[in-house]
């Protein structure tokens, strides 16, 4: 059975995870990643860990529709991401994926304020204002309520990451997904990120899965599945 949409007492919507019979190869036909099930339920934590190599962000990939796998289907609530087109796919992460990524992937030539609320200039007009209105409010809650106009080129590491997850969180995705969120960053702008990260499963029924080799996160998240040339070879709970 398929997890489906759950919704939390303000109204706000999350979405579950359902993987089947999932195969993701190397363009030569190499196996990359090989998850025969996996069920995440609406509002949960997990993190994925494992050596380099793993296929831990192939996973990730895939989960986002970045990836098409080559069999297998991705639920996230009743749709089935695998089986949608590019631009439908597209869609689905512009409307209901938040993504993270460890190199922040920020243009330096915007403010802080542009950067976070990026996903405003692909929007329809009547959502461009609610984007950004939702950006500055995540940027204010993440400490840089201050810092919106400063061009990126002037950010400290921890800056940039608050930053990324401002315009991950811009569009109120269902879901988050990371890929090596603390990785560059000192220990103290890693655990502050970390208690903003664990928050927002609990916010309105969000879904949040981190490929990580960070133990503090790792520590902080409901569930660890440990992956091993492209396989999930361990899956316990926080």
């Given at each position: 059975m398929r997890p489906t949409r759950?919704?939390?007492?303000?109204?706000?919507?999350?979405?579950?995870?359902?993987?089947?019979?999932?195969?993701?190869?190397?363009?030569?036909?190499?196996?990359?990643?090989s998850v025969g099930a996996l069920l995440v339920p609406a509002g949960s934590s997990v993190a994925i860990r494992g050596p380099s190599g793993a296929g831990k962000s192939t996973l990730l990939h895939a989960l986002s529709g970045l990836v098409q796998p080559a069999t297998g289907?991705?639920?996230?609530?009743?749709?089935?991401?695998?089986?949608?087109?590019?631009?439908?796919?597209?869609?689905?992460r512009r409307d209901h994926v938040g993504l993270i990524f460890q190199d922040f992937l920020l243009f330096e030539e915007l403010g802080g304020l542009d950067n976070a609320a990026l996903a405003a200039s692909f929007a329809p007009a009547a959502r461009r204002m609610d984007l950004r209105q939702r950006a500055d409010a995540w940027l204010e809650r993440l400490g840089l309520g201050q810092i919106g106009l400063r061009r990126v080129d002037s950010f400290s590491g921890g800056e940039?990451?608050?930053i990324a997850v401002a315009r991950a969180m811009s569009n109120d995705p269902a879901v988050i997904l990371a890929d090596e969120p603390t990785a560059s960053l000192d220990r103290a702008s890693a655990n502050r990120l970390i208690d903003d990260l664990a928050a927002l499963p609990q916010e309105a029924g969000r879904t949040l899965i981190a490929v990580t080799h960070d133990p503090a996160l790792v520590?902080?998240?409901?569930?660890?599945?440990?992956?091993?040339?492209?396989?999930?070879?361990?899956?316990?709970?926080?």
């Amino acid at each position: 059975m398929r997890p489906t949409r759950v919704r939390d007492a303000a109204g706000h919507t999350g979405l579950g995870l359902s993987v089947a019979g999932l195969e993701i190869r190397a363009p030569d036909g190499r196996p990359l990643v090989s998850v025969g099930a996996l069920l995440v339920p609406a509002g949960s934590s997990v993190a994925i860990r494992g050596p380099s190599g793993a296929g831990k962000s192939t996973l990730l990939h895939a989960l986002s529709g970045l990836v098409q796998p080559a069999t297998g289907r991705i639920f996230w609530g009743d749709t089935d991401i695998s089986r949608l087109s590019d631009a439908a796919r597209t869609r689905f992460r512009r409307d209901h994926v938040g993504l993270i990524f460890q190199d922040f992937l920020l243009f330096e030539e915007l403010g802080g304020l542009d950067n976070a609320a990026l996903a405003a200039s692909f929007a329809p007009a009547a959502r461009r204002m609610d984007l950004r209105q939702r950006a500055d409010a995540w940027l204010e809650r993440l400490g840089l309520g201050q810092i919106g106009l400063r061009r990126v080129d002037s950010f400290s590491g921890g800056e940039r990451q608050r930053i990324a997850v401002a315009r991950a969180m811009s569009n109120d995705p269902a879901v988050i997904l990371a890929d090596e969120p603390t990785a560059s960053l000192d220990r103290a702008s890693a655990n502050r990120l970390i208690d903003d990260l664990a928050a927002l499963p609990q916010e309105a029924g969000r879904t949040l899965i981190a490929v990580t080799h960070d133990p503090a996160l790792v520590a902080r998240l409901d569930r660890v599945l440990t992956m091993a040339e492209g396989r999930i070879v361990e899956d316990s709970h926080g």
